[in-house]
């Protein structure tokens, strides 16, 4: 933790049970507004946790798909709801046993490397669990593949993302706490069928074997919840007293949730089938 632990105050805001009958385009808009408020100094570096129920966080590359609306269709027949994402990456899946963390720090008067904030969400990931055999490498056919998947013993439980607004960066990454890793990787091998039809692409698409995924509490072999993990995380960084969003800080929140939201509508209007 040395890498960012030097921080002796920290914003602390949860929404591991506010968000969850929530559109997960809210906290994407939140982590842009925590960027620019962290990056301008007007706000503490940040510690954002948040849970949304039964999403599909889809990726730029995603929304290219040559069946994207039978895609979304395959979702949402299954009660997912489908949203873009302004970060990298390919689809992911939300529900209520899926704890998303986003670590949100300054570049105004050091830069951060990308591979560095990368390092600092593996870091914090192995502080939050001791002990387990914690890996950071690309887990072939599971399912957002990337060089920083997380897991133990070959099997993914997780996976890192970066966002960089106006000198402020946020990591984020989601944690398979609870429930079947192997179900949602099924979900998520069902769209992309549904999505490419056996059609041949430019993009390359995962090829996903469900085998290879897995939540913490299955590779751990001990029940864990998402609000154990919430507090363990709070107390890891001397629990600080919560700060969720300020009266002050509403309207350029709104400015980036409108923001989100139209980028969204655009992506995944036009020529659905």
């Known amino acids: 933790m040395e890498a960012f632990m030097g921080e002796t105050n920290w914003r602390f805001w949860d929404q591991s049970l506010s968000a969850r009958n929530r559109s997960a385009l809210e906290s994407f808009a939140a982590d842009d507004l925590l960027c620019e ?7 503490l570096s940040a510690i954002r946790t948040w849970v949304h129920d039964d999403t599909v966080v889809l990726g730029i590359q995603d929304h290219r798909l040559p069946h994207i609306g039978a895609g979304m269709e395959y979702l949402e027949e299954r009660g997912y709801q489908p949203i873009v994402r302004n970060s990298g990456g390919l689809a992911v899946v ?17 830069a951060i490397d990308i591979p560095a904030g990368y390092d600092m ?16 490498y690309e887990i072939v056919g599971s399912y957002c593949p990337g060089s920083y998947d997380l897991s133990i ?5 997780a996976g890192i993302s970066q966002r960089r607004i106006r000198r402020g ?31 041949k692409t430019k993009a390359v698409y995962p090829d996903i074997n ?21 507090l363990d995380l709070h107390g890891l960084f001397g629990s600080p007293a919560p700060q969720p969003l300020m ?5 350029l929140y709104s400015f980036y949730l409108n923001r989100v939201v139209e980028r969204n509508r655009k992506m995944l209007s036009p020529d659905l089938e």
């Not at 706490?177 to 059609?199: C, V």
């Not at 085998?211 to 751990?220: D, G, K, N, P, Y």
């Not at 009266?247 to 309207?251: A, N, V």
């Open 121 to 136: 969400m593996v870091e914090l990931v192995q502080a939050l669990f001791p002990g387990a055999p914690i890996e950071a």
């Open 153 to 157: 013993g070959g099997r993914k439980f």
């Open 37 to 43: 408020l962290v990056g301008s100094g007007k706000s």
């Open 210 to 230: 469900p085998s290879v995924m897995a939540s913490l509490s299955e590779l751990l072999g001990k029940p864990l919840t998402v609000q154990e993990v919430v």
């Open 247 to 251: 009266s002050e800080e509403t309207e």
């Open 169 to 199: 960066i946020a990591v984020q990454v989601y944690l398979c706490i609870e429930g079947s890793g192997a179900e949602r990787a099924e979900l998520i091998r069902g769209f992309y069928e549904a999505g490419l039809q056996g059609e």
């Open 94 to 110: 939300l529900d209520s046993g899926v704890l998303n963390i986003s670590l949100v720090l300054s570049e105004r008067d050091n």
